[in-house]
């Protein structure tokens, strides 16, 4: 199984001081969520199963739930286009926006002895609490990546900007394990 992009996250700043209740009356879509006692952002989607943006009072936003990069520009622009027809910004307007996670899952194709594999790893790379969580947590020293590897030999990789650095940090822990067996 390849490495398949599950979650691709982004952020951006508006670099302007919102009032988010303002805001949620202006974009009129029934996919808001503004409730201050509850959490201080202001959750937008632009269809109802959509990505989620979620904006601060700060004017800084993340967007999340995009199951490709290009879903993710859609997202963002659609949401920059509509805050400029509002006048929330100048059309163009430089958000700085940037990828700032990629989650990834993909499969060993086998099942995995944690215990052993914790050991192979390296203690210092590796988490292993069974009666914390069911999941080997490695966080290989030369790559931007944690990789949390399952018994069933399912993965999930993380902490990366883009595909090609959770393809790498998942080559290199399935390199490890074939060495293990």
């Avoid at 808001?32 to 199963?49: A, M």
Wanted: net charge negative; proline share 3%.
């Amino acid at each position: 199984m390849n490495v398949e992009i599950a979650n691709v996250v982004g952020s951006g700043d508006l670099h302007a001081e919102l009032d988010l209740e303002a805001l949620e009356e202006d974009l009129s879509t029934p996919y808001l969520e503004y409730d201050p006692s509850n959490y201080h952002g202001l959750y937008v989607r632009v269809e109802k199963d959509g990505p989620l943006i979620t904006v601060y009072r700060s004017g800084k936003y993340i967007i999340s739930g995009c199951s490709s990069y290009d879903e993710l520009n859609d997202t963002n622009e659609m949401f920059l286009r509509r805050l400029a027809e509002l006048g929330v910004i100048n059309e163009g307007a430089d958000t700085q926006f940037a990828v700032q996670n990629i989650v990834c899952t993909a499969s060993l194709g086998e099942d995995v002895d944690l215990n052993v594999l914790s050991i192979g790893l390296g203690l210092e790379s590796v988490e292993y609490e069974p009666e914390q969580f069911p999941g080997l947590i490695y966080r290989p020293s030369s790559m931007d990546a944690v990789l949390l590897t399952f018994a069933n030999g399912k993965i999930v990789v993380t902490g990366s900007n883009d595909w090609e650095a959770a393809n790498a940090a998942f080559e290199h822990l399935k390199s490890k394990v074939q060495k293990l067996v």
